[in-house]
C-alpha cells in the first residue's frame, strides 16, 4: 500500500472505533512493511490485548506489542485525551510499555513512558504519512521502541528547577525574612507552576502573571491568587480557581520581590513542571532554602531504588501476599459461580433452577466481599517515617501504595469484577521531622507525588480541596519530647526511614550536653556510647513488640553491627525478628557517599527465612551476620594486662614473647609492608613536605606542597580507598591474612566464615577454663 492510497482510504473515516480500528491498523501495518497481528504472534503482538480474553468484553488496548507499545483506538474526531488517559490506566496490566499511543484514523499521537525520563510527544496527522521520515518514525516504534528514550531524566529536570529557586530562597534570606516565611513563600510559588502545568490552575495564569515586571503588580496579583487558591468559589477577575487549600494556601502573604526575581520567575515558569520528580524535589529543594545545606547543591543524592530495598520488603511484600490470598478466594468463587449459572441453565427443574441461582449469587457476593474488603484493608494502611526529612521515602512509598491499589483493581477486573476509583492516599503515609523546611517541603512533594500519579495513570486530581490537609507530617523531635520523655509515635502498621547519622562522641557538641543528657535519660534501653540513629532502631522496637506496629525497615550507620550500637538489635535478634538485612551498602548521606547497614525488623516469618544481603539464611544475628553469633564471645580473663586498644597500650608483656617467632615476624612484615603502601598512596611524595614536629619525639608533621596539592590529598581517604579497594590493596591484604592464618595453623585460604568459627570455638574453650 502507498502513502496515497492509505490516505485516500482512510481519509474522513466515517467508520465506528470498532469496525475500523483493526482495518486501520493492518492497511497502516501494510503501508509500514510491518506484518500484523496474527495467531502466531499471541502473547507477543495482539489485537484486543488484555480482560476481554476472560470477561468477554473489550481488552485493555486495541493493539499490544509486547515492550513495544500499547495502542488506543477512537473514532473520528473523537476526544483522544480520553483515549490517553484509558491506556494509561491500563499500562500496569499490560506491563508498563514504553510507547502509549493513540489514534482516530485521521491522528496518530505517540507519546514516551520511559520510567524516570521525560516525556516527549510525537503529533502524526494523516497527510503527515507521505513524508518518509514520519513514517520511518513509526517504524521505529514497531521495530525500536527504546529508540525513542529522552535523553533528558526528570532529576535533570527537578535540579535545574531546584538551582533556580535556590538562587530566590538566598536572596529573600539576604533581605532579612525568616526561613520559615522564606521556604513557605517559595513553596506556595512551586506549587503553581506544578498546578499550572497540570491544568489544575486555568488559562496559563502564573505565567500571565510573572510576564508583568513590575514588582508591585506581581505581589498583589500574587495575594489576589492565593487568597482564590485557599477559599472554595474562589475567582480571579471572571475566572473560576479551584479549592486548593490544605494548609499550603493558609493565607496571602506574599514576600516582595525584585524585578530580577520576577524575570527568573518567568523563566522557571517555562519548565515543564508537571515532570519534576516529586521523590527529589524535596531533598533538592530542602539544599536551596535551607542555609545549613546549600554546600549541598549539586551533591549525590539516594536514588529510589535504594529506597526501595527498604519499602518493598518492609511494606509491599506482606500486602502482595495478602492480595494474592484474597485474588486467589475471587478466583474461586467466581468460578463458582459460572459453574452455578451453566448448572441453572441446564436444569429444567424450576426449584432446582433456583438453588443454583442462589448459590451463584452467594459466590458472587463472596468475591466482591473479598475484593472489596483487601482494598478497604490497604486504605487504612499507616506508614511513618519518624525522621521523614523532605519525603523522599514518604512519596516512594504513597506511590507503591497506589500501585499496588491499581494492580488489584486491574486483576479483579481481568477476573470479572468492577473496577473501582483509586482511594489510598496521601492520608496514608505519616511523617515526623524536627527541620520546618523539611517537613513542610515533605508536604508539598507528597501532594505532587499524589497528583502525579493520578495524572500518570489515567485518573483526575481529586477535588473540593484538591490538596487534603497533610498534619500525619509533623515538625518535632521524633525522640525526645518537650517533657523530656522518650517522643511518642504515632500508630502505623509499617515503620521506615532514614534516621539522622551523628556519632556518639559528636552529639555533645552537635545537639548540646543538656540535650544528649537528656536524651539519654529519656531512653534507658540505649546505652550512653550509642550513635544516635539507635533511638529510632529502639523506637521501632518498642512500637513492634508492642503491636502497634507490623514491621521496620531503617537505613542505620554500618557501626549498628557493633560496641554500644549492637545493644539496640539484641532483642529483635534473639526474637528471631530481623527478617532481612543488609549489612553494608553504599548509601548517600547530605550528599556524601558513605556505607550503611539497612535492618529490617518484624514478625517473624513462618513460609520463608530471613534474607541476609540478598540470600537466604537460617537466623540473622545482632551483628548482622548469618551462621554463627559471634556477639556470644566472652572477654578472656587471660588477656587482662597483654592486649592493647590501639595506642592506649596496658600490658607490655604485646610483644616480647613473641618477638622472635617467625609467625610473629611474618605478621609484623606483611603488616609493615600493607601500611607503607597504603601510606604511600595517602601522602605521595611528590604532593607532601614534612616538617619536624615542635614536640620533640612526635611524627613530623604532613603538609601539602601547594594548594593544588591540598585539593588532591582532600580526595585521598581511607574510606574512598577501601570503597574503591585496588588490585594492589587487595593483594597486601591477602599475604596479611595468610601470615596471621599461618600463626593459628589453618590454610591461607580459609574463609571467613570459618576463621570465626575457629576463633569462637577457641574463645569458648579458654572461657570454660
Not at 299 to 310: E, F, L, N
Not at 608 to 626: C, F, K, M, Q, Y
Request: net charge negative; glycine share 8%; hydrophobic share 45%.
Amino acid at each position: 500500500m502507498t502513502p496515497d492510497d492509505f490516505i485516500r482510504t482512510w481519509s474522513g473515516n466515517p467508520l465506528s472505533e470498532r469496525a475500523s480500528a483493526q482495518s486501520h491498523f493492518r492497511d497502516l501495518c501494510a503501508l509500514l512493511g510491518i506484518d500484523p497481528p496474527s495467531p502466531l504472534t499471541a502473547g507477543t503482538f495482539e489485537f484486543e490485548k488484555g480482560a476481554g480474553k476472560t470477561t468477554g468484553g473489550d481488552g485493555w488496548a486495541d493493539v499490544w506489542l509486547k515492550d513495544a507499545f500499547a495502542w488506543e483506538y477512537k473514532k473520528t474526531k473523537a476526544n483522544l485525551d480520553a483515549a490517553y488517559a484509558q491506556v494509561q490506566r491500563y499500562a500496569p496490566a499490560l506491563d508498563h510499555p514504553p510507547l502509549l499511543i493513540v489514534s482516530d484514523t485521521q491522528a496518530i499521537v505517540l507519546r514516551t513512558a520511559f520510567t524516570g525520563a521525560v516525556q516527549e510527544r510525537h503529533d502524526i496527522a494523516i497527510d503527515d504519512l507521505r513524508d518518509a521520515a514520519t513514517r520511518d518514525l513509526l517504524c521505529r516504534a514497531f521495530e525500536d521502541p527504546l529508540s525513542f528514550r529522552p535523553r533528558r531524566t526528570r532529576a535533570d529536570l527537578t535540579e535545574d528547577a531546584a538551582a533556580t529557586f535556590a538562587d530566590l530562597a538566598l536572596r529573600l534570606r539576604q533581605s532579612g525574612h525568616a526561613a520559615g516565611e522564606v521556604a513557605h513563600f517559595v513553596n506556595r510559588l512551586v506549587f503553581c507552576m506544578f498546578a499550572e502545568d497540570v491544568n489544575l490552575l486555568p488559562e496559563k495564569m502564573f505565567q500571565k502573571m510573572v510576564i508583568v515586571s513590575d514588582p508591585a503588580s506581581f505581589e498583589e496579583n500574587c495575594r489576589d491568587l492565593f487568597r482564590a487558591m485557599a477559599t472554595k468559589g474562589g475567582k480571579i477577575g471572571y475566572t473560576p480557581i479551584p479549592w486548593f487549600n490544605g494548609g499550603l494556601f493558609d493565607d496571602e502573604t506574599v514576600l516582595p520581590v525584585t524585578a530580577d526575581d520576577i524575570g527568573m520567575l518567568r523563566k522557571a515558569a517555562k519548565m515543564d513542571w508537571s515532570q519534576i520528580d516529586a521523590s527529589l524535589l524535596g531533598t533538592l529543594f530542602e539544599r536551596g532554602l535551607d542555609p545549613d545545606k546549600r554546600s549541598q547543591l549539586g551533591a549525590h543524592y539516594t536514588d529510589a531504588a535504594k529506597i526501595m530495598q527498604i519499602v518493598d520488603p518492609v511494606v509491599l511484600r506482606p500486602l502482595k501476599a495478602e492480595w494474592e490470598a484474597a485474588r486467589a478466594i475471587i478466583a474461586a468463587a467466581l468460578q463458582e459461580e459460572r459453574d452455578a449459572k451453566a448448572e441453572a441453565a441446564r436444569t429444567r427443574a424450576a426449584a432446582k433452577s433456583g438453588a443454583q441461582t442462589r448459590r451463584a449469587n452467594r459466590a458472587h457476593e463472596t468475591a466482591v466481599k473479598a475484593h472489596l474488603g483487601f482494598l478497604e484493608r490497604l486504605r487504612a494502611v499507616r506508614v511513618l517515617d519518624p525522621a521523614c526529612g523532605s519525603g523522599n521515602f514518604l512519596n516512594l512509598a504513597l506511590t507503591a501504595l497506589k500501585d499496588l491499589e491499581h494492580r488489584v483493581s486491574l486483576d479483579a477486573e481481568a477476573l470479572g469484577l468492577p473496577r473501582p476509583a483509586p482511594q489510598v492516599g496521601p492520608e496514608c503515609v505519616l511523617g515526623i521531622e524536627l527541620n520546618p523546611y523539611a517537613a513542610e517541603l515533605a508536604r508539598v512533594s507528597t501532594w505532587i507525588a499524589e497528583i502525579q500519579w493520578m495524572r500518570r495513570n489515567g485518573f483526575e486530581a481529586s477535588k473540593d480541596p484538591i490538596l487534603k490537609p497533610l498534619g500525619t507530617i509533623e515538625c518535632r523531635d521524633a525522640v525526645l519530647g518537650a517533657d523530656g520523655t522518650a517522643a511518642d509515635w504515632p500508630a502505623a502498621e509499617f515503620i521506615i526511614g532514614n534516621p539522622p547519622f551523628l556519632g556518639n562522641k559528636r552529639m555533645v557538641g552537635e545537639l548540646s550536653e543538656g540535650y544528649a543528657m537528656s536524651l539519654r535519660a529519656a531512653w534507658p534501653e540505649v546505652p550512653g556510647g550509642a550513635d544516635l540513629v539507635a533511638y529510632w532502631v529502639a523506637g521501632a522496637w518498642q512500637a513492634i513488640a508492642a503491636g502497634r506496629t507490623r514491621r521496620a525497615g531503617l537505613v542505620t550507620t554500618n557501626s549498628i553491627r557493633g560496641g554500644a550500637n549492637r545493644t539496640v538489635l539484641t532483642k529483635p535478634a534473639e526474637a528471631g525478628a530481623i527478617f532481612e538485612a543488609w549489612s553494608d551498602e553504599p548509601w548517600t548521606v547530605a550528599g556524601a557517599a558513605v556505607r550503611v547497614s539497612m535492618v529490617m525488623l518484624g514478625e517473624p516469618t513462618t513460609n520463608s527465612r530471613p534474607r541476609l544481603d540478598g540470600t537466604e539464611v537460617e537466623r540473622i544475628a545482632a551483628d548482622l551476620t548469618a551462621g554463627l553469633d559471634l556477639t556470644t564471645a566472652e572477654r578472656l580473663g587471660e588477656n587482662k594486662g597483654v592486649a592493647f586498644q590501639g595506642p592506649v597500650k596496658v600490658g607490655a608483656s604485646p610483644a616480647a614473647d613473641y618477638a622472635n617467632d617467625p609467625r610473629a615476624e611474618a605478621i609484623a612484615a606483611a603488616a609493615w609492608v600493607l601500611n607503607e603502601k597504603r601510606e604511600a598512596w595517602l601522602n605521595p611524595p611528590e604532593l607532601v613536605r614534612r616538617e619536624p614536629e615542635v614536640v620533640e619525639g612526635y611524627p613530623d608533621r604532613i603538609l601539602p606542597k601547594d594548594e593544588a596539592a591540598a585539593k588532591e590529598l582532600k580526595k585521598r581517604t581511607l574510606t574512598k580507598l577501601y570503597n574503591a579497594r585496588p588490585a594492589w590493596l587487595a593483594g597486601l591484604h591477602d599475604r596479611l591474612d595468610a601470615a596471621v592464618a599461618d600463626a593459628y595453623g589453618w590454610p591461607a585460604d580459609i574463609s571467613e566464615d570459618d576463621a570465626l568459627a575457629h576463633l569462637l570455638e577457641l574463645n569458648r574453650a579458654r572461657a570454660a577454663r
